[in-house]
């Protein structure tokens, strides 16, 4: 819907140009005929004479073009004001050819017909249907086959063409009965079309009412006028100033089309409503509850209400998330369906423009699907940390089991071992040497063995991580570090146990990385910030060294899994390595308390 | 010298007792958790209490909190903690309250029974006796700076030998060094350290401390 709009946009109805050739050449036709025709004017009387039916005719295709290009209002009735336009050029052919003059008089009337219907289709709705197209029909019937009728009654079959733009003078008119019946019927059209539109206009809402009042205005004095003329066949002592009241519908003939088309270009501002709205909100999506707002400034209808779908629970909710019950449509509030994501609850004037609103509608549903899509992202992204961080959580605590069982069993019976295998090594008789070498061997063995699995209890969990936290567990990294390392800076107290261990094995991985690519005069700094803004804690560990650089964060993965791990706390790790400048690892973690 | 044990894992104790036994101690008790190793203290007033580092109920720390606790009941008496780890902070903690007569040593090294029974005797004195493998790490904080870097090798050597409770005579066996070269050195510690004048015994656990200390309080 809202595609099929963008895309007449932006080209012309391709009828444009074939409309404005056959306008131009009409026109020429229309001068032409005017000067030849067998008037005898001047070229000064011809311009003069030529040049209100001219401004209408064109007055009446310009409305035309912007209907048909611009699809609202008045989409249908195009070719209706294309129609008048060309009848209002047909007047200039009333020459002294009878079958002209006969062509030209029935077109005359034939604008009222075509205005009449304009009239009545503008402000479409969904209001009184049936009485408006009775209007149309009505308002054909008046200015067509009624006027024939009545030129074939009145003789005109038979009477000599006459200029039917000249001002016709009192007296030559000779109005009968019959007359005033014909003429009065498309008055009645207009008086009652005028009417309808009114109505229509003081029960529309703002929006609508912007491009309408323009083309009421017009209306109510194109009507005055006919009514005017109307009145003057009827009631004799008026008829002196018939010639008066030709030349105002004349001028009305002119002017009503710039009404119209004043009203037509109005009423499309407002119906860019939906673009404003779709540019406003589309390009980020609103926090809740925006939309709504948008939409009702938008639509200046400040009681605008959404509700969203949501379709695991099978009902619906405000923008607030508040459980929300699907209105019925009264004559107080209109309820437009979105399909799948929800509904718009407006003022039933709205529906007085159904395009305008469905592009609305088009719109909205977009953006509010887009809402609803954000929110499921945001709910499994929130879902995929909360597993992570649970994940994290049972690694570390899966680790430091595995670091108290080695310590509290393997190694404890191993140390147990090697105590029984003093105490038999005291009982070997001083002259056994041989056993009592094996079983020296055995014992150093065996504290070998026992080292080895301190060490990689360690590995897996430092146990000083646990028992005296960072500051000590850091410490005794940068002890036991290999390349000479220093801790600079490093928060006191405890930290998420995660988070404890991801810094642990942040420094950890830095000064191992360090010792192999470095370079032996190399010096490691380690500093460790806690920093709570606006009472989010985030951790910031700064491993540098003055060494060689140029390490590689995708290559080693040593660095990669560093990444990984700190990543999946939230938290991000960079290295910087420039060639011969050192290397810097720094990683940012957020400390969910 | 009466000496008691604690530690939570029979066979250990057992092997701990007939080694010290066989030493020429006197295994006056054994206790299996903290609880009954105060107890057993306050009844029977040993030199020494050897103490598992990690102990029912909580299994964490309990032998370094017991170091404590016991010198209120039985003021002056020695304690060593034997530890599955090798872990610096574990003898900052058990030194850092200035006791006289601490001690912290792996567990396996009680199969070496000449230094244990050393150890165990130099807190009995009042020494302190630190695990060569945590004098080890301590070592190479030496190279940050700070009072331990003013300290010559051969000084850093000494002061390592000192922190696992070797006299100077020790010492001096240890490095093949005359004993003057030894008491030159540990002169030279003390006034590096910046240690006040006062026994020589004194001197020599603030000496260590310094030793523990360092690196752990700068921040």
Redesign the interface.
Known sequence: MLHTATLRHSRPAPATPLLITVQILATLFGIAAVRYGGYGLTWADTVSHTVLPLAAAWAFTCCAIVAAERRRPGESVWPMLLAAGLCMLLLLGAVRHRLAFQIAFLADWLVMGAIAHVMTDFARGSAYPRLRRALVIAGYVATGPCVVVWFVISGGLTARPRDLLAEVQVGTIDVETVDIVFAMLPTLVYVVALGLFCVRWATAGRILRRGWTTVLLGNIGMTGIYVYTGLMIMVPALRSTYGTGIAASRVGLAVWPLFLLAGMLRARAGRSVAADLAAELGHAPPPPGRLQDALARALGDPGLRLIYHRPAHGDYVDPDGRPSPMPESGPDRSVTLLAGVGAIIHDPALDESPDLMRAVAATARLLMENERLHAEVRAQLAQVRASRARIVEAGVTARRKIE?DL??GA??R???L??????AR?QVPETDTPLAAAIDEC?LE??QA?GEL?ELA?GIHP??LT??GLS?AL??L????TV???????PQGRFPPGVEEAVYFVVSESLANAAKHAGDSARVTIAVRARTHEGRTTMTVEVADDGNGGADASRGSGLRGLADRVEALDGTLTVHSPAGHGTRVLAELPCAS | MRVVIADDALLFREGVARLLAEAGFAVVGQAADAVSLVDLVRAERPDVAIVDIRMPPTHTTEGLDAAVTLDTVCPGIGVLVLSQYVEGHHAVRLLGDNLPGRGYMVKESVTDLDRFAAAVRTVAAGGVVVAPEVVDEMLGRRRNGGALAGLSDREAEVLGLMAQGRSNQAICAELFLSPKTVETHVRNIFTKLDLPAGADGNRRVLAVLTFLREGRTRR
Do not use: Y
């Open positions: 108290r310590h509290d190694q404890q191993l140390v147990t090697a105590l029984m295998l003093r105490i005291g014992a065996l504290r026992i301190r360690r146990a000083v028992e005296a000590s410490v005794s940068a002890e036991r570090s000479p390392a220093e801790v600079t800076e490093v």
